[in-house]
């Protein structure tokens, strides 16, 4: 079982350039979500899916494409990166109980930096 | 006003010590709360869920007022490994939509 997992870990771009970041979970979750974490400001969602199919806007979606085709698989693409993207980029997955989300497992990250 | 909002930190504490972390949110349909811990360049954990009734896991007690839309987390006697940062979570109405705060760093020195 190896939980929630990103690549890259680290990726340098130059602006303009796109790019899409991997995560895949393997616990069945039907909740999937993607974080950017900035110093001193804690994680902000950018997109989050509740389903194959079905994705919605966080607080900071511009920039990000997201799609969810399977369970398992949650990308996030970057169309024309800018430096403002440089950041840490998490994804999560999570399930319900009786309606309610409960704890989120996280990937490992993926470092990203915008020239 | 941000939606969640921490204590800014960062505390230096010693070993032994009591330290009390405070968390207030905005939005009062929340449905859920949790604290996480984080450490340095690593990604954030679940340490534990709160509840209305308060809950306890060892040297850890979680504590949620939803009256006053405020959550605390103490740790009783800090161990060297305790240092890490703490972050309050919160899940807003339907629970898709979960919040971070900022998170507070916690130093314990020998």
């Known amino acids: ?115 | 006003r941000k939606e969640v909002e921490q204590d800014p930190g960062p505390f230096n504490v010693p070993e032994g010590a009591t330290v009390a972390f405070n968390c207030t949110y905005s939005n009062s349909a929340s449905q859920s709360f949790f604290w996480y811990r984080q450490d340095c360049r690593k990604e954030p954990k679940l340490l534990m869920s709160v509840y209305s009734s308060g809950n306890e896991d060892g040297r850890f007690t979680a504590q949620l007022n939803r009256a006053s839309q405020y959550i605390s987390l103490l740790i009783r006697d800090s161990k060297l490994s305790d240092s890490a940062t703490y972050l309050c979570v919160v899940n807003g109405p339907g629970g898709f939509k979960t919040i971070f705060g900022a998170g507070t760093r916690l130093f314990v020195k020998a």
């Open chain 1, 1 to 115: 079982n190896a939980g929630v997992t990103q690549t890259p870990k680290f990726q340098v771009l130059k602006t303009g350039q796109s790019m899409t970041l991997q995560c895949a979970q393997d616990m069945n979750h039907e909740y999937m979500s993607w974080y950017r974490q900035d110093p001193g400001m804690g994680l902000r969602l950018i997109h989050y899916s509740v389903g194959a199919g079905i994705t919605d806007q966080g607080e900071v979606p511009n920039g990000y494409n997201v799609s969810r085709s399977t369970t398992e698989d949650f990308p996030l693409r970057l169309l024309s990166a800018a430096p403002s993207q440089t950041s840490v980029y998490f994804c999560a997955s999570s399930y319900s109980r009786a309606g309610v989300y409960n704890e989120q497992f996280f990937g490992p990250g993926t470092r990203l930096t915008v020239l």
